[in-house]
């Protein structure tokens, strides 16, 4: 079956740009989450959705990170005015009942 | 706040022998432990996970166990092969922490034929 998908898988983007990363979870997964995976470190949590229900966000780094998820299933994480710092990669996953986690394959995003 | 740690940060070994990659996490109300597998250019991949209730769980080549008193889990790989190469994370999650799950750096395998 189809797993997480994410898009764009690869964004360059020009300091003080803005961006949207859009993932696709797993159909009927209530629960998805961000992360930000920095060069050759483990996925730091962002944010967390139940549903359309933003019930944590305590990872975002900065009020220039938002994340959205208007209808419970597509999620959009925006960066406004990136900044070269904000270069890494985007991971996305879903989950349903229980604590298993299904990433995505992620956005590696490049600022310059 | 919750930590985990890991170590090697980097493992070779030959081709059938063994690989071990331990684990130290900070929060004693850590309740699940996963072990992810992320090949070049994917997102990690679940390749197995424990409870608190459990000290140990196989499936197969590996296996995963767990010392709740002294806060350490390990990843055990028997008879490795080529396509074990990868990047290997543990991560901690808390049943009192909101909805975090806390990752470890990662464990490059290298597994030489």
């Known amino acids: 079956g189809a797993g997480v998908s994410q898009s764009p898988r690869y964004k360059v983007a020009k300091r003080g740009q803005d961006v949207a990363l859009r993932c696709d979870p797993i159909?009927?997964?209530?629960?998805l989450f961000w992360y930000q995976q920095a060069l050759g470190q483990g996925p730091e949590f962002l944010t967390y959705?139940?549903?359309?229900?933003?019930?944590?966000k305590s990872g975002l780094p900065s009020d220039r990170f938002f994340a959205e998820r208007p209808e419970g299933s597509v999620s959009t994480l925006k960066i406004q005015r990136t900044q070269q710092e904000d270069s890494a990669v985007y991971l996305c996953?879903?989950?349903?009942?229980?604590?298993?986690?299904?990433f995505g394959p992620g956005t590696r995003l490049t600022v310059l | 706040g919750e930590n985990v740690e890991q170590h090697p940060s980097t493992l070779s070994v030959q081709e059938g022998d063994s690989a071990v990659i331990k684990c130290t996490y900070s929060?004693?109300?850590?309740?699940?432990f996963p072990w992810y597998k992320q090949e070049l250019g994917k997102g990690p991949q679940l390749i197995i996970d424990?409870?608190?209730?459990?000290g140990e769980k196989k499936d197969q080549r590996i296996a995963v166990t767990l010392n709740k008193t002294a806060k350490h889990f390990s990843l055990h790989i028997t008879e490795t092969q080529p396509e074990d190469s990868a990047v290997y994370f543990c991560?901690?999650?808390?049943?009192?922490?909101?909805?975090?799950?806390?990752f470890g750096a990662g464990t490059r395998l290298f597994v030489k034929a």
């Open positions: 929060d004693s109300a850590s309740n699940y």
């Open positions: 424990i409870r608190s209730n459990v």
């Open positions: 996953a879903s989950s349903s009942a229980g604590d298993t986690q299904y």
């Open positions: 991560a901690a999650k808390s049943n009192t922490g909101g909805f975090k799950t806390i």
């Open positions: 959705f139940q549903n359309e229900a933003q019930l944590d």
């Open positions: 159909s009927g997964h209530v629960s």
